[in-house]
């Protein structure tokens, strides 16, 4: 059963059982009511009665006693029954098809009733003239006979269209909540891999299916980002694990074509292990890549100090290449050394670090490039600073995808991995990595990195 029925059922249970409660109410409080009513008018008809017949007073006063207390009831009858001494009222209580305890509780009580299907009886001692007497009331409840099933015929009906007029509200009602609901599915149909850009609208309200909607929104926006992530790494990583395949292959068909001289043969083998070289490079840095990408639940963390990293991140970089010009500047570091140390893995910062600095220095054509460091009361900043080509700002958002390089970059080596391996390495460590740059005037890395505490 679909959820827009059950909606409709919830609320349509509830108010059809709140209507029968609230009709049986008002049924049972009026049968009661007309009881009792019915019962005190036998009772004023059994008092006039036995002041006409027992009494003996006047026609006319017994006329305007009638005229106060209505017309005469159907089926009507009075009847008037001597107390004597020692005298049982068997006779009279089969006479009347009253039973016998009727008759007693009026002689003890006073006052009675009983009722017997339709027919309603009271009975009331008197004291009159002649005598003590039981005098006992009957007619048939006319008010029970046709106001109380008229009354039956009333709820009926009003029940029938109250649920009627329940079922269309409680429809509407149901088709109007659950609105935006068919519209989401009705577009989540539409969006498919192929169809990933397309979104649900939102409303300016801002209510729960709107906040769904946003939600929604938001995981489609990383599915699509991971879809495009995915695509180009695929695309990226074909292409460089083909480079150097392609010029062994080349190489190899070339050198094959002919006898060569064993000068020519050497040659072609360093050619072929160079590209080999470069192949077994990057499929490390793929390895590793992957790696670093388990949140670092293999990795040992322990406690680093930052600017002891940096000094030897600094060595190892002028020891790659002696032209990298690095300018540490110390002026913001803090004087509690405490607020240097942060809960890591040496190797893989010194790696990240190093990438980032390398890639300054590289793409700077060996200009001095700034490291500053400091820290606030949570975290330790690096800011690495170079002042060489840039990266166009449309290709900002692109250099965390594996292989992807800037389109400036082509007279410069590289594979495209540092920079999402740096990143991986800094989201383990819980940190965080901005890149700003300006085309042909230098790029700035801004690494924020938590204290840890020990």
């Known amino acids: 059963m679909k959820t827009r029925f059950k909606t409709t059922l919830l609320l349509l249970l509830p108010f059809l059982t709140i209507i029968c409660l609230f009709s049986g109410f008002i049924y049972f409080s009026i049968s009661d009511y007309s009881h009792d009513d019915f019962f005190n008018l036998l009772r004023i008809r059994a008092i006039t009665a036995a002041k006409a017949e027992l009494d003996l007073t006047s026609e006319s006063v017994i006329k ?19 107390i004597l001494p020692e005298k049982t009222f068997e006779q009279e209580a089969e006479f009347l098809n009253v039973p016998l305890t009727f008759l007693d509780e009026v002689l003890r009580d006073g006052d009675a009733e009983y009722t017997n299907k339709n027919y309603f009886y009271k009975g009331i001692k008197y004291d009159s003239a002649q005598g003590e007497y039981i005098v006992i009331a009957s007619a048939e409840n006319y ?21 009627i007029f329940s079922l269309i509200i409680s429809f509407y009602f149901s088709k109007y909540v659950f609105r935006p609901i068919t519209k989401i599915t009705e577009r989540v149909k539409q969006i498919s891999s192929e169809h990933l850009n ?45 480079t150097p395949l392609t010029a062994i292959i080349g ?23 160079d590209e080999a070289e470069k192949l077994d490079q990057k499929t490390k840095a793929l390895l590793f890549l992957a790696q670093t990408g388990f949140n670092g639940k293999n990795q040992k963390f322990e406690e680093v100090r930052i600017d002891q990293l940096l000094w030897d991140v600094k060595e190892t970089i002028e020891k790659i290449n002696s032209k990298n010009k690095i300018h540490a500047d110390t ?7 405490a607020k240097l140390k942060v809960r ?15 890639n300054a220095c590289k793409y700077s054509d060996y200009r001095v490039v700034d490291v500053s460091i400091g820290a606030s009361d949570d975290n330790v900043f690096i800011v690495v600073r170079d002042k060489g080509i840039g990266i166009p700002e449309e290709e900002l958002k692109y250099i965390y995808h594996p292989f992807f390089r800037a389109s400036n970059t082509k007279n410069y080596e590289g594979y495209g991995i540092g920079m999402p391996l740096t990143q991986n390495i800094i989201r383990m460590h819980k940190g965080e990595i901005i890149v700003s740059s300006l085309l042909n005037s230098g790029t700035t890395v801004e690494i924020k990195l938590p204290i840890g505490k020990f």
């Open 344 to 358: 890591g893995n040496d190797q893989l910062l010194h790696l990240a670090l190093t990438n980032i600095i390398n």
């Open 143 to 163: 008010f029970e006979l046709h106001h109380a099933t008229y009354l039956k015929r009333i709820l009926f009906f009003a029940i029938i269209a109250s649920l």
């Open 198 to 242: 397309l979104r649900l609208d939102l409303e300016s309200n801002n209510d729960e299916v709107n906040e769904l909607s946003r939600t929604f929104n938001n995981m489609l926006d990383r599915i699509e980002t991971s879809f495009e992530t995915q695509n180009n790494f695929i695309s990226n990583a074909s292409h460089e694990l083909r």
């Open 251 to 273: 190489e190899a068909d070339v050198t094959l074509s002919k006898i060569r001289s064993p000068l020519e043969y050497i040659e072609t083998i360093k050619i072929v292990l």
């Open 64 to 82: 305007e006693s009638q005229d106060d207390f209505f017309e005469r009831l159907p089926h009507e009858r009075d009847h008037f029954f001597p």
């Open 331 to 337: 002026s913001l570091l803090p004087d509690n050394p």
